[in-house]
């Protein structure tokens, strides 16, 4: 096959103890799936399970012990960090079964969903699709690969993040509000998942602005953690 224009780089993640990579598909993000993050954002109600996407092009990978530099985009003047249990699917399915959940996921990382927060809202309130606030270039950070088969599927494990070495985020898995078994067999109700698609599973309270020179890590229990600079 000839092609008319050249053909773009599919990123890919490193993997814990390998020198093998895992290419990514499809980024799938679910929203307020902690309570304590629909709670700084207003909401009070109930709200179904919901997610949104990001382009593939989107991701950039984290390699272990290393700076990851992120630019800040254009057009905002209020971009957020949000730490998220990343999911990586390893198995194609559709209308997965809760209980067989786990039989299709890879592994797990650390991820970021990071947000023009100023965009994302103006988005809401002229009630427009939220791509212009969350399908952002450099805004899916995403760490090394820990695969399912050496730590299993943990449902609880410390999530945190530090801006310039001060703790914002600071909570556990075990607050999901739909656990990863839910949120697959939810997603595969919709899409049909394939190995490489890769799941942000929601972010919980503590979300805030960044800028141009600070220091973001994040980490998720005995995940590999990640370190981003912000550039401009």
């Known amino acids: 096959m000839k092609l008319a224009i050249p053909a773009w780089d599919i990123p890919t993640l490193p993997i814990v103890g390998s020198t093998e990579r895992i290419p990514v598909r499809r980024v799938f993000c679910m929203g307020l799936n902690y309570l304590d993050h629909k709670r700084e954002m207003g909401i ?14 989107h991701v950039v990978p984290c ?3 290393e700076t990851t530099a992120i630019r800040y985009p254009s057009k905002t003047g209020d971009y957020q960090w949000e730490c998220e249990y990343t999911v990586v699917i390893g198995k194609r399915g559709a209308n997965i079964a809760v209980e067989r959940a786990n039989d299709h996921i890879w592994g797990y990382a650390v991820g970021l969903d990071m947000t023009r927060r100023d965009l994302q809202l103006w988005a809401k309130n002229a009630s427009l ?5 969350k399908d952002v270039e450099q805004s899916a950070p995403v760490g090394p690969i820990t695969p399912a088969s050496k730590m299993g599927h943990p449902t609880s494990g410390a999530l945190w993040l530090k801006a310039n070495g001060a703790v914002k ?37 503590g979300i805030g602005p960044t800028k141009v020179g600070d220091i973001i890590e994040a980490g998720v229990g005995e995940l590999t953690p990640i370190k981003l600079r912000v550039t401009s």
Not at 44 to 57: C, E, L
Not at 169 to 176: A, E, F, P, T, V
């Open 63 to 65: 390699e272990a012990n």
């Open 129 to 133: 699709p939220w791509e212009i606030g």
């Open 169 to 205: 985020q600071k909570s556990d898995i075990n607050q999901l509000i739909l656990p990863v078994t839910g949120i697959i067999a939810f997603l595969s109700e919709y899409y049909t998942l394939e190995p490489g698609d890769i799941i942000l599973t929601g972010t919980p309270a």
């Open 44 to 57: 009070t109600g109930d709200v179904p399970p919901f997610v949104f996407t990001k382009a593939v092009n």
